[in-house]
């Protein structure tokens, strides 16, 4: 009976003794099996190269080759790694000093939203401002703050930058600090310029100037040239810039470039679409939301339309943007990522605009405008904007100008008389 018993235990722990070893030989091939594997085989070393387990150094493309299998594919979803190398480029080569237009009520929403979202894609960054405050910091200029103080401001932040600055830019760009840009964009149209030119972009207004002057609001970039000849030969020159603080200060900033023989050039894409716009988005692509009696129709330099065609792919930048606004589209531009996106097909530099040698006559809306919706492009579907009507109001271009004709009589005659 004790034979029968310890038959039965022998032969029960000899059928425990096989399934162990048949297990443990499948766990050792299924383990070669995966060694064997070219993707599992393949180490990445610090030199570039590339290891087959044996410390034997292989070329990343002969990897590719013996292998079948793309050594990107496993970063295939970052197919904007070779934009976001020429992006790092064009920081480089095409410096761009920004300088914010803020004053001590906006410093801590306004100027410091700009600080916190497109201002550190700027390769200088400077807050002009009446009083210092370290958190941006600002650069304390000699003026008063005020809107009839605007051009002085402009004049005082660019002698200070071109004393201090120049040779850490190429290009000096002006800003409101509720303007928003896309650096990156800026960046890419400005490569098919030459600094060394005096010229100057941005969103183009055909009153007061023959050849135009440039929207505040919306920004403008002077090159180094052009910024040379504001202060070096406008700066101290009453007969070509204004002297004084007072004035409109896009205005006074186009007369002076004109008489400095600087350019105004045209910054539409090859389609006509507008890269620098003096609104919020909103106010552009909306049929409706500038009505055509609202001076802007009055002002623009070349056709502007409506619906998703009013603005280039590369748009450059956009005014009256809120804070909270800026960071909205902080995260739209630069967060967002829809999944599949094709890749960046843009040539290495823009094609040229179509005025790119300013012989087009400037652009004039007529009675037939008025009476649509749109001047041209895509009609947003839905809009309720009411057909408006032609006007005459406070807002029409001719009292506009007589305005600006009388503030700036009255501000001649309060001038003589503190004088005398």
């Given amino acids: 009976m004790v034979r029968a018993g310890f038959a039965r235990f022998s032969f029960s722990a000899l059928l425990v003794a096989v399934i162990f070893v048949v297990c443990l030989v499948c766990f050792l091939l299924q383990d070669a099996f995966v060694y064997t594997q070219p993707h599992h085989r393949i180490l990445r070393l610090s030199n570039g190269l590339w290891s087959d387990g044996n410390d034997v150094a292989i070329p990343v ?35 761009i000093l920004c300088w914010i237009m803020t004053s001590p009520d906006n410093h801590k929403k306004r100027a410091m939203a700009v600080k916190n979202t497109w201002g550190k894609r700027c390769n200088v960054l400077l807050f002009m401002s009446s009083e210092e405050d370290p958190s941006l910091p600002t650069i304390k200029l000699p003026i008063i703050e005020g809107r009839d103080q605007l051009w ?27 303007t928003y840009a896309i650096l990156e964009n800026m960046r890419y ?79 539409r894409d090859a389609k006509g679409r ?93 009675e037939k405008q008025f009476e649509g919706n749109s001047a041209g492009g ?9 057909t408006p009507k032609l006007k005459s109001n406070r807002y029409t271009m001719k009292n506009y100008t007589e305005r600006l004709n009388e503030l700036i009589k009255r501000t001649e005659r309060a001038r003589k008389l503190k004088i005398t």
């Fill in 61 to 95: 493309e002969k990897v590719e080759e013996t292998t079948k299998i793309s050594v990107v594919s496993s970063n295939s979803l970052f197919k904007d790694n070779g934009m976001r190398s020429k992006s790092a480029d064009l920081f480089q080569k095409e410096r």
């Fill in 378 to 386: 895509e009609v947003i579907h839905g809009s309720t904007s009411a």
């Fill in 189 to 267: 149209f400005l490569s098919a310029y030459n600094t060394s030119k005096p010229l100057w972009f941005g969103h183009k207004f055909k009153t007061i100037v023959k050849q135009g002057y440039f929207s505040g609001g919306a920004g403008y970039v002077l090159s180094k040239e052009a910024t040379r000849r504001f202060v070096e030969e406008g700066y101290f020159n009453v007969l070509l810039c204004r002297h004084d603080h007072e004035g409109a200060e896009d205005a006074e900033m186009g007369k002076c470039m004109s008489r400095l023989n600087v350019s105004a050039m045209d910054t």
């Fill in 274 to 366: 507008g890269r620098f716009f003096p609104f919020f988005p909103e106010q552009h692509i909306f049929p409706g939301k500038v009505t055509k009696d609202y001076w802007y129709w009055q002002s623009i330099y070349y056709p502007a339309k409506e619906g998703l065609e009013c603005c280039s792919d590369s748009a450059i930048s956009f005014h009256y943007v809120k804070p909270e606004q800026m960071y909205l589209l902080e995260y739209l531009i630069y967060r967002l990522r829809p999944f599949g996106l094709e890749p960046e097909d843009r040539p290495a530099t823009p094609d040229p605009s179509p005025d790119l040698d300013l012989t087009a006559t400037p652009w004039f809306v007529t």
């Fill in 152 to 178: 002085g401001k402009t004049r005082e932040a660019f002698r200070h930058i071109w004393n201090h600055y120049r040779d850490q830019a190429d290009w000096f760009f002006k800003a409101d600090d509720d």
